[in-house]
C-alpha cells in the first residue's frame, strides 16, 4: 500500500496542523502492483470544463450535482481510455469538476468533506461513512474500476467558530483541493495555499502542507497552478523532500512571451529535476491550454492547441526514479559561464520595454550575428547569437529585469530573455507574438544571484523544442543544432524566493 505523508510547516518545526476548507487534493487509489516498477504510464487529460450559466446566483446541492456529474461523465471517458492503455496514474485539470470565478456563497454547494487520508476510507465501498460524498464516491469507483491513480480537483468544505480568530464570518473555511484515489481509498489530500487573485471564495491554510506519497512507481508530491510561481510548497517538495514526480492541476491562462503553460512548466521541471505531470484546463475565449508529460532532461509529450474547444488525453511512460538515471542531468551554477565574462554592454540601441508589467532593459539585435549583453541592477546577460537569415521586419532583443513582480501576485525575479518583438516599433518590444524567424545557433547566460532558474525554448507557434537544446553545468543554456522552427523567445526565468514578501501579503484569506 501507498505510504502518505502530510507535513505543514509548523509541523516541521514540532507544532500543531490547522485544520480549514481549502483547494485540496485527493488521491484515490485502485488495485496497487505489490513490487517496485522502474518506470510507470503516466496520462493527464486536457478538459474543457461543462459550466455553470451563472456563477454569481446560488444553486441547489442537486443542481450542482448534476454539472458536477456531467464533468465527471467526460472524465470517465478519459481515464478509461488512459486505463486501457496502461495507465497507473491520471491527472485531471484544477477546477474540472465544476469550474471557476466563484462567489463563496454560490461555491459551497459544490464542496463536500473530505476527510484526512489517514481514515483509511474507500468512498466506493464505504459511502455512508462520513457526511454524504457523492462525488468522492464516484471518482473513488473510477479508480477502483480502472485500477489507476485518479488525481481530480475539487472543493473542501470545514466548519469552525468564534474560538478560531480566522474563522471567516460564515462559520466555514472553503479551500480548493486536488483529490486522488486508486484502489478507491483516499490517499492525499493537499489544500491549495498560493490562491490566485481571483479565486475570492477560497481560503488558504494557516502553513503550507507538504504533502507526498509512495507508491510502486515513485515517490509524488502535489501543489495546484499558482502554487508553482512561489517557494512553498513547491520548492520544498522537489528539493528538500526529493519527490520522484510533481502532480500538478491546473487552470493556467496563457501569458506570452515568458509565461504560457506548456513553456513555464517544462523549464520548471527541468530546473528542479523532478517529473511533473501537468493538466490545464482547456478554454479556448480564456487562452486556457496547454498540457504535458515532462521530464528533467525535457518534454516526452505535449499539448497545446487555440484552434477547438475538444479536450485532450496525454499518455507516456517515464522513469519511476529520474534521479537514478544514468542520464540524469548535472547540478548547475547559473552564473559560473556569465561571471567570467569581462566586457560590458555599450548604451547602444538601448532601452525599456514592458513585459506582463515588469520594466526590463532591451538592447536590439541589428547584426544577423555577435555577443549582445544588457545589465540591470545585480543581473547582466549575455547572448551570443547567429540568425539563419535576418529579416528586415524582424527585429529581436536581448532582455534583463532584476526586481519584484507585483501584478496579480508579488514574486521577485532575475530573468534573462532573448525575444522577438511584435513589429519594428520597438514599443512592442515583450508584447506576445507566435511567429518568428531561425536561428543557427545561440548561446544565453546571466550572472544570476539565485540558484532557482527554469530554462526555457519556445519556437513559433507556441511549441518547444525537445532534444534541440541544453542547459551546461556551467548555466549557459545553448542550441545544439540550429533551430528546427523559428524561435519566439528564449529565456532563462529566475526566481529569488529570498526577496518576496511573507505569504499573508501576496494573497488573503
Known sequence: MPVLHVLTVRQISGLGLLRAHASAVVLV??????????????????HSVLLSEDTEKPTSPEEALMLMDRNMDVLEVAIKEAARQGAHIIVTPEDGIYGWVFTRETVYPYLEDIPDPQVDWIPCADPERFAPSPVQKRLSCLARNNSAYVVANMGDKKPCNSSDPRCPADGHYEYSTNVFDSEGKLVARYHKYNLFVTEKQFNYPKYPEFVTFNASFGYFGIFTCADILFHDPAVVLASRF???????????????????????????????????????????????????I?????????????????????????????????????AVNWKLYASSIKWLPTNDHYFSGVIYHDLFSFTELTEPEGNRAICQKDLCCHLSYKMTEKQKDDIYVLGAFDGPHVVEGEYYLQVCTLLKCRSTDLSTCGQPVET??????????????????????????????????????????????????????????????????????????
Open 436 to 509: 518568428a524567424q531561425k536561428f543557427d545557433m545561440f548561446s544565453l547566460s546571466g550572472t544570476f544571484v539565485t540558484n532557482y532558474v527554469f530554462p526555457e525554448v519556445l519556437y513559433s507557434g507556441v511549441q518547444l523544442a525537445p532534444g534541440e537544446s541544453e542547459v551546461l553545468s556551467d548555466g549557459r543554456v545553448i542550441s545544439r543544432t540550429g533551430t528546427s522552427e523559428p524561435v519566439l523567445s528564449i529565456t532563462l526565468f529566475g526566481r529569488w524566493y529570498e526577496k518576496d514578501p511573507p505569504h499573508t501579503e501576496q494573497a488573503s484569506p
Open 29 to 46: 487509489l485502485s488495485a496497487l502492483e505489490a513490487w517496485a516498477l522502474d518506470s510507470y504510464i503516466a496520462a493527464v487529460y486536457e
Open 294 to 330: 515532462y521530464a528533467p532532461d525535457g518534454p516526452r509529450t505535449y499539448y497545446y492547441n487555440t484552434e477547438t474547444e475538444n479536450g485532450h488525453l496525454l499518455v507516456k511512460e517515464l522513469s519511476s526514479h529520474p534521479r537514478w538515471s544514468p542520464g540524469y542531468p548535472p
Open 242 to 292: 526529493q519527490v520522484d514526480t510533481i502532480l500538478f492541476p491546473a487552470t493556467w491562462v496563457n501569458t506570452l512571451p515568458l509565461l504560457s503553460a506548456v513553456q513555464f512548466h517544462s523549464a520548471w521541471a527541468m530546473g528542479m529535476g523532478v517529473n511533473f505531470l501537468f493538466t490545464n484546463t482547456r478554454n479556448f475565449t480564456l487562452d486556457m491550454t496547454g498540457s504535458g
